[in-house]
């Protein structure tokens, strides 16, 4: 049988707006028939996506727009995140030696290994002044 | 987000219910960090009910252990979920705490 099912999320850059990344994905569990622990990690991975660009990607105070794409092709799971804010390649940010010990271990600097280690795909693109992270997925149940 | 916080001999137990993310990592953090600048040297973090963790909430359980390291204090986790023990594997946090598979494992510090 073949599925294909698209549904969108748009966020403004406020930290406010992650108790509905929470409330989408419990959505998209439902509607998708999407394994508990696959939600999970797609909050972490968003939740680390969408903070980096609230947190970083903003000289104003203005209220911008991110426009999370969901996309389920089969058994393939497509996130792509778009957002105005500066040029940023988190893909090409250096991982961190996570075989430190913690007086060594710097705080933070995590968010985008996280995110490399718990999709299968993670790209990057700049196009028309936004960036277009895109996250991949296998679905397994 | 909820914690409970009990106080067993020379350790505060604090039990984490729900989720530590970027909305609640600094509720969390200051919570705990009150508890260590009113004296607590020996905590336990009980993570049965925790069940969301970001790099946010990482942070903060770095934060604490170079905190109580830092004066000679003890710091540990236990009753981790397996998809929060994953979290923690992935990002080579399970080497640097201390963590016991139940609350009387994490009071004698055996594993």
Same mark, same amino acid.
Request: proline share 7%; aromatic share 6%; charged share 35%.
């Given at each position: 049988m073949n599925t294909h099912y698209h549904k969108q999320l748009t966020l403004r850059?406020?930290? #406010? #707006?992650l108790t509905r990344v929470e409330a989408f994905l419990e959505e998209l569990a439902t509607e998708w028939d999407l394994p508990v622990k696959l939600i999970l990690n797609l909050n972490l991975a968003l939740e680390e996506a969408v903070t980096n660009i609230m947190f970083y990607g903003y000289d104003d105070e203005e209220v911008h727009t991110i426009l999370i794409d969901f996309t389920r092709q089969d058994d393939l799971l497509t996130i792509s995140i778009m957002d105005d804010g500066h040029a940023y390649d988190p893909t090409a940010r250096p991982d961190p030696d996570i075989t430190l010990a913690a007086e060594d271990?710097?705080?933070?600097?995590l968010g985008i290994f996280l995110i490399k280690k718990i999709m299968d795909q993670v790209e990057y693109e700049r196009k028309e002044n936004k960036n277009y992270l895109t996250l991949n997925k296998r679905i397994e149940q | 987000m909820k914690l409970e916080i009990t106080t067993s001999g020379e350790f505060k137990m604090v039990k984490v219910n729900g989720r530590i993310d970027t909305t609640r990592a600094v509720e969390f953090e200051s919570a705990v960090v009150s508890l260590i600048d009113q004296g607590c040297k020996n905590l336990i973090i009980n993570?049965?009910?925790?069940?969301y963790i970001s790099s946010s909430g990482l942070r903060v359980f770095l934060v604490l252990q170079k905190r109580l390291s830092g004066q000679q204090g003890i710091f540990r986790l236990c009753c981790l979920q397996p998809e929060i023990q994953e979290i923690f594997d992935i990002s080579g946090f399970s080497t640097i705490f201390q963590i016991f598979p139940t609350e009387e494992a994490a009071l004698a510090g055996e594993k």
């Open positions: 850059n406020r930290v #406010e #707006e271990r710097p705080i933070g600097g | 993570c049965f009910d925790l069940n």
